[in-house]
T-cell receptor, first 109, second 114 residues
């Protein structure tokens, strides 16, 4: 079966660092994606990992461990505009994207 | 470059009525996806097109849902008849090819069935 788990909600303070975890069990693995989705808007692509390790892109970093079926998204220097849902998604062996339920992040001043 | 365009943005209908959603993908993108996103959930793939061919429609409830992508560009998703449980946001996305790592999502159509 396909299963992707991530926390439902998280809160953090402006300027802080937050880590959003994602664990997965899927039929095949062709990469892991993180998307950001503001309320009422379309998901937008943040990052893609296919090999183990850390990918850094500005304030956002994403880590992958394929042997553990685990990823995290790290957000540094949090800003109010980072309040959004963060979706973890895995591409399976048919190139289909399987999404988690999303983690709703609220950033407080 | 224009993004993925969807219309309408919002639709309210009574149950048992038909409804249709339209999507225009990014120019040159061969692969088009329709997703359904229920409140508080991640998107769930309904159907994927590569050019004009539906290559994955295993999640499409075929008794009431239909889709088409004529000429391999625009696509229409139809529900007939709609049920209360169909209330959701219907997202269209496109990518250059099926193996492209980035999918670009449209703003979605929020459907409310009363």
């Amino acid at each position: 079966g396909q299963n992707i788990d991530q926390p439902t909600e998280m809160t953090a303070t402006e300027g802080a660092i937050v880590q959003i975890n994602c664990t997965y069990q899927t039929s095949g693995f062709n990469g892991l994606f993180w998307y950001q989705q503001h309320a009422g808007e379309a998901p937008t692509f943040l990052s893609y990992n296919v090999l183990d390790g850390l990918e850094e892109k500005g304030r956002f970093s994403s880590f992958l461990s394929r042997s553990k079926g685990y990823s995290y998204l790290l957000l540094k220097e949090l800003q109010m505009k980072d309040s959004a849902s963060y979706l973890c998604a895995v591409r399976d062996d048919t190139d289909k994207l399987i999404f988690g339920t999303g983690t709703r992040l609220q950033v407080f001043p | 470059e224009a993004g993925v365009v969807q219309s309408p943005r919002y639709k309210i209908i009574e149950k048992k009525q038909p409804v249709a959603f339209w999507c225009n993908p990014i120019s040159g993108h061969n692969t088009l996806y329709w997703y359904r996103q229920n409140l508080g959930q991640g998107p769930e793939l309904l159907i994927r097109y590569e050019n004009e061919e539906a290559v994955d429609d295993s999640q499409l409830p075929k008794d009431r849902f239909s889709a088409e992508r004529l000429k391999g560009v625009d696509s229409t998703l139809k529900i007939q008849p709609a049920e209360l449980g169909d209330s959701a946001v219907y997202l269209c996305a496109s990518s250059l090819t099926a193996s492209s790592y980035e999918q670009y999502f449209g703003p979605g159509t929020r459907l409310t069935v009363t």
